[in-house]
């Protein structure tokens, strides 16, 4: 039987979720993605339009198939949890069975359960302005949409997720070393993600035989990195300082979580790996 996978974070073709499930799908995986609800729209009819179908095109010449598309915002737990202005605000009440605990019940009416499960998204409202400068909402907004959002999907997804399964999030060195610019308590965010991902891969683990790592990704062009400010600097420093001399593409990153999804690295957990050209090794630039 093929794999089933649930990508959160898909709204475009640009970003490392697009990425990771064209190599899922190149893997024989069955896609289903969850999109930020005030995006769905947009991508809905991208997709439907053929927007995007030259980059679903797979190595094999046949188009990517997303199965069925969730809307999502990760940073809600359930119906209880909306606020009155977003439950009303007309972005969201086109839609409905967004928050987290609905999408998981979801999934499961649709297709029983899946075997992969993937974050690939993060926000933080103050990214722009340095920590000293972050107001606490701007610091618990970004752990809320970038580190929580990935404990809260696991825990509704684990029930339906088959033993020997896998999940896999999106981190940046950012979280250990100091990246000015990066901000808004994003590194923080990135910082718990990373901490969790050890945990979680204990408790998972033990509790389900599911694996839990995370890939800590070097500078890419999406639409989420471009709202940063900083991203070109980041690539042409990379460029410059890496050992290997290259821009990293998207579909690099798609490879190594079709990897740490598979069988191949069925001893992988609780693992940050990295996938930046070899960045994270550097002292000095030279
Ligand atoms: P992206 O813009 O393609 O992906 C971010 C996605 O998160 C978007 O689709 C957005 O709609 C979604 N999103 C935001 N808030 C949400 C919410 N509350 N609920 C559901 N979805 C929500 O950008 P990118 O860069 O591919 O980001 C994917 C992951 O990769 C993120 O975790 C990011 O931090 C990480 N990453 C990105 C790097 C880069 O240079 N682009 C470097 C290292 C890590």
Same mark, same amino acid.
């Given at each position: 039987?093929? &794999?089933?996978?649930?990508?959160?974070?898909?709204?475009?073709?640009?970003?490392?979720?697009?990425?990771?499930?064209?190599?899922?799908?190149?893997?024989?995986?069955?896609?289903?993605?969850?999109?930020?609800?005030?995006?769905? /729209?947009?991508?809905?009819?991208?997709?439907?339009?053929?927007?995007?179908?030259?980059?679903? +095109?797979?190595?094999? %010449?046949?188009?990517?198939?997303?199965?069925?598309?969730?809307?999502?915002? =990760?940073?809600?737990?359930?119906?209880?949890?909306?606020?009155?202005?977003? &439950?009303?605000?007309?972005?969201?009440?086109?839609?409905?069975?967004?928050?987290? &605990?609905?999408?998981?019940?979801?999934?499961?009416?649709?297709?029983?359960?899946?075997?992969?499960?993937?974050?690939?998204?993060?926000? %933080?409202?103050?990214?722009?302005?340095?920590?000293?400068?972050?107001?606490?909402?701007?610091?618990?907004?970004?752990?809320?949409?970038?580190?929580?959002?990935?404990?809260?999907?696991?825990?509704?997804?684990?029930?339906? +997720?088959?033993?020997?399964?896998?999940?896999?999030?999106?981190?940046?060195?950012?979280?250990?070393?100091?990246?000015?610019?990066?901000?808004?308590? +994003?590194?923080?965010?990135?910082?718990?993600?990373?901490? #969790?991902?050890?945990?979680?891969?204990?408790?998972?683990?033990?509790?389900?035989?599911?694996?839990?790592?995370?890939?800590? =990704?070097?500078?890419?062009?999406?639409?989420?990195? &471009?709202?940063?400010?900083?991203?070109?600097? +980041?690539? #042409?420093?990379?460029?410059? /300082?890496?050992?290997?001399?290259?821009?990293?593409?998207?579909?690099?990153?798609?490879?190594?979580?079709?990897?740490?999804?598979?069988?191949?690295?069925?001893?992988?957990?609780?693992?940050?790996?990295?996938?930046? /050209?070899?960045?994270?090794?550097?002292?000095?630039?030279?």
């Amino acid at each position: 039987r093929g &794999k089933r996978a649930f990508i959160a974070g898909v709204a475009d073709d640009n970003g490392y979720g697009w990425a990771i499930a064209k190599s899922l799908a190149a893997a024989g995986a069955e896609i289903l993605v969850g999109t930020w609800v005030p995006a769905l /729209n947009i991508f809905e009819t991208s997709l439907r339009r053929g927007k995007f179908d030259e980059s679903r +095109m797979l190595p094999d %010449g046949s188009l990517m198939e997303i199965t069925k598309v969730y809307p999502l915002d =990760a940073v809600y737990d359930c119906p209880e949890d909306v606020p009155k202005d977003v &439950k009303t605000n007309k972005r969201y009440s086109g839609s409905s069975k967004w928050t987290v &605990k609905e999408v998981a019940e979801s999934v499961q009416q649709d297709f029983g359960t899946i075997d992969i499960l993937v974050h690939s998204l993060a926000n %933080g409202p103050e990214v722009s302005k340095p920590l000293l400068e972050t107001s606490r909402y701007g610091y618990l907004a970004a752990i809320s949409a970038s580190s929580y959002s990935f404990v809260s999907l696991l825990k509704h997804f684990l029930p339906i +997720m088959n033993p020997g399964g896998a999940t896999i999030s999106l981190t940046y060195i950012a979280s250990e070393k100091i990246i000015p610019g990066y901000g808004g308590g +994003m590194s923080s965010a990135k910082s718990a993600l990373e901490s #969790d991902t050890r945990v979680l891969a204990f408790e998972a683990g033990r509790k389900h035989n599911i694996r839990v790592n995370t890939i800590s =990704a070097g500078p890419l062009r999406s639409r989420a990195a &471009k709202a940063i400010g900083f991203i070109d600097m +980041m690539i #042409d420093y990379s460029l410059e /300082n890496a050992p290997l001399q290259k821009e990293l593409t998207a579909e690099e990153v798609g490879n190594a979580a079709a990897f740490l999804a598979s069988p191949l690295a069925s001893a992988i957990t609780g693992a940050v790996v990295y996938v930046d /050209n070899g960045l994270n090794a550097m002292g000095v630039g030279v």
